[in-house]
């Protein structure tokens, strides 16, 4: 036992010295990415450098150097960097260009999470025919118990995932399972979405769709940069930093507040998220953000408040690789297929609907992750394409806060009916 306990102690524990290790990796890849030697020229050119951002610190977690379920590192990164990171990105946007994007994100949002809703129901079909023992199962161990907890974290979030877990009476030993399939296909496709984000361009001129509202909002925050830009001193990164910290700081003071207040009188709203902490504080720093937009505060994004936002969020980016873990797939084989069929119905509708109303590749992306991902990581994916583009993602991803236990819940009765 002893010989155990040793064997799955990874080899670094102190959360310093993982953090530490992860900005070193980010250095490493924003200095080769931008190196002119032809080895790193040729690599770069097929392998986008923000992939490897999330793909390096997966393989600490992969190979035991790091255990992504003992450090804490990307609570911090959660709890407080993405906050930080949030006002920082939002605080130069125009609300106008926003709502000039159109409709399209919220009906690609939507495709998204009807996409989970029928998935979760095909996909266990599908799998009954090769393993047909996990149908007919009506104990707390059922499969179908654990997909549903599972709908609920790709409709919304983990708060939504314990949410369903408590409805449908799911047992520890499935949950955990689920658990495992959420980090293995969830991360995958993050990775797929990565890459995308990175060759836009060239898959939207290929599908033929309008990117003209994008490409007008992305002008504007350049236009306004290029036209404020100076050289920032040390008294511009300390008034970001303020406005970052401080914004983060009484977004925390803030939800700290009205959980305890919203649990106490309002209980039934725990169905819309509104006891979840992360919720809280990722509405009250967007509307920091967007306030900010109107004042002159706004004036920092030409001292590259946008850029310092931008260093947060991929260390954020790099915590989340670190709960990728390639080796579990050979654990739970049957449930990983059945997370993957799911997935890819997810997308297959995806693609069907955007290619039906010629949506650009941005919507596809960041309602697939406002469902699949939610708030932590919807701003991830809306910010690799650009930063001025972050805040599209948080609307979505709250909004699928406020579907996750309802459709969660739908898509729970269908698998009952199949699955017992």
């Known amino acids: 036992m002893q010989e155990q306990i040793i064997n799955n102690t990874p ?61 804490q590192v990307d609570e911090v990164a959660k709890y407080y960097l993405l906050p930080a990171c949030l006002v920082l990105l939002t605080l130069s946007i125009d609300l106008k260009a926003i709502r000039g994007l159109g409709n399209k994100a919220i009906i690609m949002f939507l495709t998204g999470t009807v996409g989970v809703v029928i998935g979760g129901p095909i996909a266990l079909l599908a799998i009954s025919g090769i393993w047909p023992e996990l149908l007919g199962v009506s104990g707390p161990d059922a499969v179908w118990r654990g997909m549903a907890a599972l709908a609920g974290s790709w409709i919304g979030g983990g708060a939504n995932m314990m949410a369903m877990k408590d409805i449908f009476e799911a047992d520890g030993k499935i949950f955990t399972i689920m658990v495992t399939v959420d980090i293995v296909v969830a991360n995958l496709w993050m990775a797929v979405l990565l890459y995308i984000a990175a060759n836009h361009k060239r898959i939207d001129a290929k599908s033929g769709a309008d990117t003209s509202g994008i490409d007008q909002l992305i002008k504007k925050v350049e ?58 504080i990722i509405v009250i720093v967007t509307t920091i953000g967007l306030s900010l937009s109107f004042t002159k505060v706004r004036n920092l994004e030409s001292a590259g408040a946008s850029k310092v936002g931008s260093a947060f969020l991929y260390v954020l980016i790099a915590t989340i690789g670190l709960h990728m873990d390639i080796s579990q797939i050979v654990e739970a084989p049957k449930y990983i297929v059945i997370g993957i069929i799911w997935m890819l119905v997810h997308v297959a509708l995806l693609f069907a609907v955007g290619r039906m109303i010629k949506a650009p590749i941005f919507y596809l992306a960041v309602g697939s992750k406002a469902n ?8 991830v994916i809306a910010s690799a394409f650009h930063p001025s583009l972050a805040p599209v993602g948080v609307l979505l991803a709250v909004l699928g806060y406020a579907l996750g236990t309802y459709m969660a819940f739908l898509c729970g009765q269908l698998l009952r009916i199949i699955g017992s």
Do not use: Q
Request: hydrophobic residues 50%; positive net charge; aromatic residues 14%.
């Open 372 to 379: 699949i991902g939610g708030a932590a990581s919807a701003p």
């Open 223 to 280: 236009e306004y940069e290029r036209s404020n830009k100076r050289i920032p001193e040390l008294k511009d990164f300390m008034l970001i930093l303020a406005v970052a910290l401080g914004g983060m700081g009484f977004a925390h003071f803030a939800a700290d507040l009205l959980v305890p207040f919203f649990k106490l009188n309002f209980p039934g709203l725990k169905e819309f998220s509104l006891h979840s902490k992360l919720f809280w």
């Open 11 to 71: 080899l670094l524990t102190n959360d310093a010295t993982v953090l530490g290790l992860l900005a070193i990796i980010l250095g490493l890849v924003f200095y080769t990415s931008n190196s002119s030697h032809p080895a790193f020229k040729k690599f770069y050119k097929y392998v986008p450098a923000l992939l490897m951002c999330y793909l390096l610190p997966s393989l600490l977690n992969t190979f035991g150097i790091v255990s992504a379920e003992l450090t």
